[in-house]
């Protein structure tokens, strides 16, 4: 067996920013720290959060008043921040600054009196959030269809806005459908879906030609992973999204000599190579890494963390 190992794969910028705000928050402040839903969307990541006393919620109202809280790196509603002053929290703020950059979006065309369209999937936690920001001028459109079904007039004052983990390719259809639709709409002045996941889907789409069946490494509820896997499907090959190697099946390597391996945004590389190594210890398999596309993207720690890591 061959194996090729996609390059770029696994931790994006604003993970690795994410995973390091915890990292040092712990470090500052100790146990109990609670974040509002999952710091990522991954399993092996948020378990082992919790073995260190990190507790996950869904609700402000969970956390004691007076509490340390992070933002995870999707972003949250204005109501959240509200919520968690009521309660005197201490907040800090880890969303992806290219999930800031949509929310900024959202506000400037909100302020400017447009209907904003905004593509994605229907109760991830980028969309609540971005939503969040301007709920009376915000429609989610999810496919073509919610495009022909919209009652709005052609001449409408239209903007529209992308969730930053979507397929490339689904969202160039839909932002087509609603050009056709709307000829006056306007959009961001740079594409939203975030640099890594383009990159990632790029490498798919380069390597998967190659390959007799495609891993990618990620959770179910990790929308770029997901959007990875369909990637691979619909260019003909067979493709299972998995968290980890205990998820793997013999059965799909029957009379497969090439296994592409690739990861989303949020899954760790210790994830990639025991899947690796699985491969390599039963069937003597090889790897060849393919780089489709450098990366060296970074971002800072948040504020709250970056002037407290000055003092200490």
């Known amino acids: 067996m061959k194996i090729i190992l996609a390059n770029p794969r696994g931790f994006c910028a604003g993970v690795n920013m994410a995973i390091d705000s915890l990292e040092r928050a712990l470090e500052l402040f100790g146990t109990p720290l609670y974040v509002y839903h999952e710091i990522v969307h991954n399993r092996h990541v948020v378990e082992r959060f919790k073995k260190r006393g990190v507790v996950f919620v869904d609700g402000i109202d969970e956390i004691p008043a007076n509490s340390v809280v992070l933002y995870s790196a999707h972003g ?17 703020d880890a969303t992806c600054p290219l999930v800031t950059k949509v929310h900024l979006e ?90 890594a996941t383009q990159n990632r889907q790029e490498a798919v789409k380069e390597l998967v030609p190659e390959a007799d069946v495609v891993l990618v490494l990620g959770s179910r509820n990790s929308s770029n992973s997901l959007r990875l896997a369909e990637l691979a499907t619909s260019c003909g090959k067979s493709a299972y999204l998995i968290d980890g190697v205990s998820e793997i099946n013999p059965a799909w390597f029957a009379n497969k000599n090439t296994v592409l391996v690739t990861a989303g945004a949020s899954a ?35 504020k709250e963390l970056r002037s407290l890591t000055l003092v200490n």
Do not use: M, W
Request: net charge negative; proline share 5%; aromatic share 6%.
């Open 76 to 92: 949250v509603a204005p109501a959240i921040r509200e919520a968690s002053r009521e309660r005197n929290l201490n907040a800090i």
């Open 106 to 195: 959202a506000i400037r065309f909100a302020k400017e009196g447009y209907t904003i369209l905004l593509i994605g999937h229907e109760g991830h936690d980028e969309v609540l959030g971005t939503v969040g920001e301007a709920p009376a001028n915000i429609r989610l459109v999810q496919d073509e269809q919610e495009v022909e079904a919209l009652d709005l007039p052609s001449d409408a004052k239209i903007a529209y806005l992308t969730q930053t983990t979507l397929s490339v390719d689904d969202a160039e259809i839909i932002i087509a459908a609603l050009r056709k639709r709307f000829p006056n709409i306007v959009g961001p002045k740079k594409d939203d879906i975030c640099y």
């Open 268 to 302: 760790p590389e210790d994830v990639v190579q025991e899947c690796v190594d699985y491969l390599k210890h039963h069937y003597s398999a090889t790897v060849e890494t393919r780089t489709v596309r450098e990366e060296d993207v970074s971002f800072h720690l948040p």
